[in-house]
């Protein structure tokens, strides 16, 4: 049975930025580094919240790196799923973190130990790289973003959840993995925030699988498979302080929705009383369901700023990763799986090579060979002598026959060789892709990881034994006498009692937690309701009832279907991704004067054009626009829209009522269509005919 443990927990702060020295703000947070402790001044108090390793802003990306992810980079060396994740508010750090420590570094560890491993071993290494955006999953080693299709999430019992279709590239050099990662990088989400410039408007996650063939003394194969997952998260946002409007704020909207899902998964699985796991509630925690509870070693990288402008997110985040610290792990050995690239590259090389050893035998040339001269032999000596040259014209095109045979065979022979030379050169055996130098480079670099993994294992323990003396309270221990007595129960209870206020204190900061965020979320639905809102009096007022209605539930009359596995509205029969592309007018047989023909050579204006009506900008009436301005039914309409914008008591739309209004245009226009019909019908038969005129 497999050993759980608990979720590692680094927390990290970044130095002040440029606007935040601009506006002097002063520093809330502070990092102590030898106790693991990350201290924090809110309001009229402080409080200290104790992770597995901390950072301050002076630490260095590499310190960073050895101390949180490269054991874990080890274990999956040796066969273990890992999971690499940063958290944080936007614009804390989170992306600088990832692709400037722990991205490269991972990279440079994973192809040090193959090339200090045994000659023996042989590695097979591919990566893919895909992001979340607005909950669809994007391939992001596509050629282009008009060729990203959002892909969908399988689960089966041997691979787990996985993106069913995702590109996976074989790599066997850091620079090969970090040119994939810069393509992948190419085509993510971002966009620009008050908080942030290059604010990450999507989750990326890149995956390294690493797969290792060892023989044992026995000369026995073993499979070991160990994927590394290193997730990029977006940052959580508040819309008062980013400032999103319109697809910012929608994008925002999903990434709290999915960051919720996350804190709701984490506090599942810390409260040990639930029955129910929420991993279904987004894309992104089915894709981490492994990594949360499962059997995956995970380590958790949360980032925050110092400054006091950001002392609610900050508190926030630090309470998101103090609970994180309970989540409990069972990590197993991936050993000799059934579905690995490297069983199968390796039944394609023996395969290539017995094909080729049966192609170049000597017995089989020579058994090709004689076959013909033998029965050529034996045919033509009963023949007579007026035979003699047709036998020998047929001979000559048997033997043509048997040299261009041999050609095709050799052809095929050198197909099979490079075919084997490429198969070949995707595998990488252990020792052999470095030189001397690079070898004592990487086992220089292996030993510091090893001298810093046992400096920080003694600085845990000291920690441990600090904690059990500070919360030891031995009710009966003995004492000199009754002042001592009273002294060190005092001591105590004022401990307890500090303890005591603290949690109150933090019961209390929850609440106002709460609070805040609940009237956040009110003010981003009001502001998505106002858009909605004027999204539905766009479609009443230009586009016709009979198509408006197609756009509706199919329950309500509509052809709008929810899909289950997509997660959206789909319309069956409308194809969206081949554009709006207009048919290609054909040539009006409106006649032209002279005059036309050659004013349209020299002039713009669109008045000579005969063709391409639909390029032509519209001319407004100028003479009805007071007439629209003072129609009573627009002003009432845009009056009720500013109205419920500026009144904060209304948080729902009367989508009902303007569902019933366009149907009742549509019946109104669709009796009225049928009335003119038959007036049409009526008159006509009324007319006399020509014979009885």
């Not at 041997?158 to 074989?170: I, N």
């Not at 999507?202 to 498979?225: G, K, L």
């Not at 920690?463 to 009273?486: C, F, G, P, S, W």
């Not at 539905?536 to 197609?550: G, M």
């Amino acid at each position: 049975m497999s050993k759980s443990e608990t979720i590692k927990v680094a927390f990290r702060l970044r130095p002040l930025n440029s606007t935040e020295k601009q506006a002097g703000r002063s520093v809330c947070c502070v990092a102590h580094e030898d106790e693991g402790v990350i201290e924090m001044q809110y309001g009229d108090s402080s409080k200290r919240f104790t992770f597995d390793s901390v950072f301050s802003a002076s630490s260095s990306q590499r310190r960073i790196y050895d101390v949180t992810t490269a054991p874990l980079v080890q274990s999956v060396l040796e066969g273990f799923n890992g999971t690499v994740f940063a958290y944080g508010q936007t614009g804390a750090g989170k992306t600088h973190t990832m692709e400037g420590s722990i991205i490269p570094n991972t990279f440079e560890h994973i192809f040090d130990h193959i090339a200090l491993n045994s000659a023996k071993d042989r590695y097979l290494v591919h990566a893919s790289f895909f992001e979340i955006y607005n909950e669809e999953i994007r391939d992001l080693l596509t050629a282009g973003k008009s060729q990203q299709n959002s892909l969908e999430l399988r689960e089966s019992t041997d691979a787990g959840v996985y993106v069913q279709g995702l590109t996976s590239t074989v790599v066997k050099s850091a620079a090969e993995i970090d040119a994939v990662l810069q393509n992948g990088n190419k085509n993510r989400s971002v966009g620009s925030t008050l908080m942030n410039s290059q604010s990450s408007r999507s989750h990326s996650i890149f995956s390294i699988v690493v797969e290792c063939c060892s023989t044992d003394e026995h000369n026995n194969e073993h499979i070991r498979v160990g994927k590394l997952n290193l997730v990029d998260l977006a940052g959580s946002e508040r819309q008062s302080k980013t400032g999103a409007t319109g697809e910012r704020l929608k994008e925002a909207t999903k990434i709290n929705l999915s960051l919720s899902a996350l804190g709701n998964v984490i506090s599942a699985l810390v409260d040990g009383k639930a029955k129910h796991i929420p991993y279904r509630d987004s894309k992104l925690t089915r894709i981490l369901q492994d990594s949360l509870g499962g059997n995956t070693k995970t380590v958790m990288l949360a980032n925050a700023g110092p400054a006091d402008c950001n002392a609610d997110e900050s508190l926030s985040t630090l309470r998101y990763a103090n609970r994180a610290k309970n989540i409990k792990n069972k990590p197993v050995i991936n050993e000799d799986p059934k579905d690995t690239l490297l069983r199968g590259y390796q039944e394609e090389i023996a395969r290539l090579k017995e094909r080729l050893a049966h192609m170049s035998s000597p017995e089989a040339q020579l058994g090709r060979s004689t076959g013909v001269e033998n029965s050529a032999a034996k045919e033509s000596l009963p023949k007579l002598e007026q035979e003699r040259h047709d036998e020998r014209a047929s001979l000559q095109k048997r033997l043509e026959e048997e040299q261009k045979a041999r050609m095709d065979t050799e052809r095929e022979r050198r197909e099979l060789q490079q075919h084997l030379v490429e198969m070949e050169a995707k595998l990488i055996v252990g020792g052999e892709i470095a030189s001397s130098a690079t070898k004592q480079e990487a086992a220089l670099r292996k030993a510091n990881q090893e001298l810093i993994a046992k400096r920080e294992s003694e600085l845990m323990l000291t920690r441990r034994m600090n904690e059990q003396e500070e919360e030891k309270l031995n009710l009966e221990e003995r004492y000199k006498d009754v002042a001592t007595e009273i002294k060190e129960k005092t001591r105590k209870l004022k401990k307890v009692w500090g303890k005591y206020l603290e949690a109150k204190s933090e019961i209390k900061d929850m609440e106002q937690e709460a609070l805040r965020e609940h009237t956040e979320m009110l003010d981003t639905i009001r502001e998505l309701n106002k858009q909605l809102k004027l999204k539905e009096f766009v479609i009443s007022s230009f586009i016709p009832p009979q198509y408006a209605l197609l756009y509706d539930d199919a329950e309500q009359g509509g052809r709008a279907v929810w899909d289950e596995a997509r997660e959206a509205w789909t319309i069956p029969g409308l194809n969206t991704r081949r554009g709006n592309r207009l048919r290609e007018r054909q040539a009006s047989g409106r006649p032209e004067t002279e005059f036309s023909r050659e004013m349209k050579m020299v002039d713009s204006n669109p008045r000579w054009r005969s063709e391409d009506i639909v390029d032509l900008e519209l001319v407004m009436p100028v003479q009805k626009a007071p007439a629209a301005r003072d129609d009573p039914n627009t002003i009432d309409a845009i009056a009720a829209i500013l109205a419920i914008d500026m009144d904060d008591k209304v948080d729902e739309l009367p989508l009902n009522e303007i569902r019933k209004s366009r149907q009742k245009k549509y019946l109104k226009a669709e009796s009225s269509s049928k009335q003119k019909q038959k007036r049409r019908k009526d008159k006509a038969k009324s007319r006399p005919t020509t014979a009885a005129l």
